[in-house]
Every structure is written in structure tokens, then in C-alpha cells.
């Protein structure tokens, strides 16, 4: 069991590096590695969650504090996002593992190839409006 758990925060502490260094890729990373070691996808996603409540809370108090929030866009996403949450929470929880794994699988590796293009610095490649 300790070794599990140590496994588990090495790879949440080089994942927390990742997402510091591209702004991104925390969830995708855990999740990822979790899945790969035969956690079911909805345990894997919920621990990711509950790991990235406390992490995101912080940086989201640190934008506010520095005037980096555009409470307009804020407004825009926050009822859509909590649905998305709430009904990919649902359907995880729902759906049958072998159904529902494959499923992640393709989604984590697609988004996995999105990442590292997404968090170039928008000055690196083409200028983003």
C-alpha cells in the first residue's frame, strides 16, 4: 500500500511540474498514469478532482488578487462548466468500466497531443488574436 502511495505522489509532483511549466496537462497526466496502473476511470478522475479543487483554488485566488480575472467570461462558463462537471461525473459513474475506458483512453490521448501545442507562449509560432 505505502509503495502505491508513493508512487501516486511522484507522479502528482512531476505532473504539479508539468502544470506549472505549460499551464496545463495536471489532470491528463494523472489521470493518465492512474488508469495505466488499473484505477477504474471515475476513482481516477475523482481523485485528479479532488487534488486539483485545492491547487486551482489557489491559483484562481492569485489571478483574482493580481487583476488577472475576466469576471464577464467567468460568468459565461461557470453554469456550463459545472453541468459538463457534474454530467461527466454522472456518466462515469454510470457507464460500465470496459465500455467506458477505451473511451477516456482516446480522449486523454487526444487531448495529451493538444497540450503541449496549446501551452506554447502565444508569442511562440503564430500571434493569437
Not at 497526466?29 to 485545492?54: Q, R
Not at 480575472?69 to 453554469?79: N, S, Y
Not at 477505451?102 to 496549446?118: I, Q
Request: net charge neutral; glycine share 14%.
Amino acid at each position: 500500500m505505502w509503495e502505491d502511495f508513493a508512487l501516486y505522489v511522484a507522479v502528482g509532483f512531476l505532473a504539479q511540474l508539468v502544470d506549472g511549466a505549460i499551464g496545463m496537462a495536471f489532470g491528463l497526466l494523472g489521470t493518465s498514469v492512474m488508469m495505466a496502473g488499473g484505477v477504474a476511470p471515475a476513482i481516477a478522475s475523482a481523485s485528479v478532482h479532488a487534488a486539483e479543487v485545492f491547487t486551482t483554488a489557489l491559483s484562481g485566488i492569485s489571478h483574482w488578487r493580481f487583476g488577472n480575472v475576466r469576471w464577464r467570461i467567468v460568468g459565461r462558463l461557470a453554469l456550463p462548466g459545472a453541468i459538463g462537471g457534474a454530467l461527466g461525473a454522472y456518466i462515469l459513474t454510470r457507464v460500465p468500466v470496459d465500455i467506458i475506458k477505451p473511451v477516456v483512453n482516446v480522449y486523454t490521448l487526444c487531448h495529451g497531443a493538444l497540450d503541449p501545442v496549446e501551452g506554447l507562449p502565444q508569442t511562440a509560432g503564430r500571434n493569437r488574436a
